[in-house]
């Protein structure tokens, strides 16, 4: 019992001991030399006290700072506490660097790398107390391909909060904004400037030469010397500086002749396409909804730029597509577009569906070669649908058992009917004679009529699901099936499909049932379809009167 005991305390230690970790993260993982970097470290143990021990930084990185913040998060029924410790630091070497793992009491966070880069003398030469550096990852790109440009503003002064960048305007390209921007610092000649980064996606749309325009940079820069007659109503003491970033020019190369002209032009880095299924396709069965989701990212490109994928036209099988959904991510090599299709999949009939393959062509900007993002095909096994089916009814299996076995002679079986039918008829004359001569007719269960007017309420209010049931009750009551109707009657057959998606698809709080009510009203009866094919002017009336 003791050795059992042992065994549960020591596996629970365990599992608390897994649940608490120590997270490392950085800000950037690629810097030039004498730049900062920023590492947060973060616990949710509430139990830890003090710091991290930072004495494996001390060989390679150079500690500039450190600062630690406590959250309190609340979620469902429990708060949550954790603790950031921040630290700010500077590579002593170029190349790749590894920020070794630090130790916390137990916890132990995990090795990073850093990519610091060798910068030139032109760069360390400036002495401005502020100016800017502008950047491009590609100075020769294809049309509506990306390039990612980086504008740095170094500051040695102090600046007031008023600071201000003109915007990034060119007609000719598309430009999308990455991410907030970030600051550290940074070494030049031996004195520290603070660094302002903003990065910029820019897709151009022409082929040719296209000029990145220069951007204004304005702030005030503080004066230490009037800092103590600073009035907060009055206008700021200081300097107020301007500069302006360099004109970058870009090649922009055409879209190349090997690449097919009926495929959608898609310059990326990398393209994947993916697809899942809600739930597996290997349980489909008729009449059951099947979510086919597929998924087209592509680094390199924004999400506006990837076309839509093949829709599922396939015999045997009703598709009620979603809106697509678009998103954009931010990378450390530019902006990840994706597009997310989603389609509700019904199969009508059981057996083998063959689902065709998906192929996407675009152009890889690395290799610089034309390439093949595909799905393969698949068979869907349906499966029949036990209630869908009806059971027919057999007269034999209704007949006792032992009917053949008994054998009755024909006479006395006439006989025996004859009798019957007399004494059955004779009392029926006689009970008619003392009955009224019109009777009320009894009806168990809800007439046609007000399962008409359910149907008419649920309609009228668009719930799909009520209207869904509404019209399975009135349907039993008619001497045709609700299929049938459908396939004689071409609005009813619409309306029912409207209804469907709307049951199998995400958009159905927006289905309207009026198509579906006006339809019902208006389906002719089987027997005016009869008498009209026999050009009978007695045309019956309609099985409800409006």
């Not at 950047?135 to 440009?149: I, K």
């Amino acid at each position: 019992m003791s050795r059992l005991l042992c065994t549960l305390l020591f596996s629970l230690f365990a599992l608390h001991a897994s649940a608490q970790s120590l997270i490392a993260t950085v800000d950037r993982t690629r810097l030039d030399t004498g730049e900062s970097a920023e590492l947060t470290l973060e616990s949710d143990d509430a139990t830890l006290f003090g710091k991290p021990d930072l004495q494996p930084l001390n060989e390679l990185f150079e500690v500039l700072g450190t600062r630690q913040v406590n959250r309190l998060t609340s979620g469902g029924n429990r708060a949550q506490a954790s603790t950031r410790w921040i630290i700010t630091l500077q590579p002593k070497h170029s190349g790749y660097v590894v920020i070794p793992p630090l130790n916390l009491g137990q916890l132990q966070s995990a090795p990073i790398t850093l990519h610091v880069r060798q910068t030139t003398g032109a760069a360390d030469s400036r002495l401005a107390p502020v100016f800017i550096d502008a950047s491009l990852d590609h100075e020769r790109v294809y049309v509506q391909a990306q390039t990612v440009l980086t504008l740095r503003i170094y500051h040695s002064v102090s600046l007031y909060d008023d600071s201000n960048l003109t915007q990034l305007d060119m007609p000719q390209a598309r430009v999308e904004a990455l991410g907030e921007p970030r600051t550290y610092e940074k070494d030049i000649n031996g004195l520290r400037h603070g660094v302002i980064e903003l990065r910029y996606a820019i897709f151009p749309q022409e082929s040719g030469e296209l000029v990145i325009p220069s951007q204004a940079f304005t702030a005030t820069a503080v004066d230490r010397a009037s800092s103590n007659a600073y009035n907060p109503f009055g206008p700021r003491p200081g300097k107020v500086i301007r500069v302006r970033s360099p004109e970058i020019p870009l090649l922009v190369k055409a879209k190349p002749a090997s690449y097919p002209a009926d495929a959608p032009w898609l310059p990326a880095r990398s393209l994947t396409l993916s697809e899942a299924w809600n739930p597996e396709p290997e349980t489909a069965r008729v009449g059951d909804s099947l979510t086919r989701s597929l998924a087209l990212k592509a680094e390199g490109l924004a999400s506006a730029q990837l076309p839509p994928l093949p829709a599922t036209h396939v015999a045997g099988l009703r598709r009620y597509p979603d809106q697509p959904q678009l998103s954009n991510k931010a990378s450390e090599n530019g902006l990840q577009g994706s597009r997310e299709e989603r389609e509700a999949l019904v199969a009508n009939r059981e057996g083998v569906i063959n689902l065709p393959a998906i192929e996407v062509l675009w152009w890889n900007t690395t290799t610089d070669q034309l390439e093949r993002s595909s799905l393969p095909a698949r068979d869907l096994q349906v499966a029949a649908n036990p209630s869908l089916e009806t059971l027919p009814v057999d007269v034999q299996q209704l007949a006792p058992a032992g009917a053949a076995e008994v054998e009755v002679w024909p006479w006395q079986l006439s006989s025996g009917l004859l009798s019957l039918t007399t004494v059955l008829g004779f009392t029926l004359w006689w009970r008619a004679r003392r009955q009224p001569a019109v009777v009320t007719s009894q009806q168990s269960g809800p007439s046609p009529r007000n399962l008409l007017d359910d149907l008419k309420r649920a309609c009228l209010a668009n719930d799909s699901l009520a209207t869904r049931h509404a019209l399975d009750a009135w349907a039993r009551q008619q001497p045709e099936t609700l299929a049938d109707m459908a396939a004689r009657y071409t609005p009813l057959s619409d309306a029912l499909d409207g209804l469907n998606g709307a049951l199998y698809s995400e958009s159905g709080q927006h289905w309207q049932g009026r198509n579906l009510w006006l339809a019902i009203r208006s389906l002719p009866a089987t027997e005016d379809l009869e008498n009209t094919a026999n050009q009978d002017t007695n045309a019956l009336p309609p099985l409800y009167p409006r």
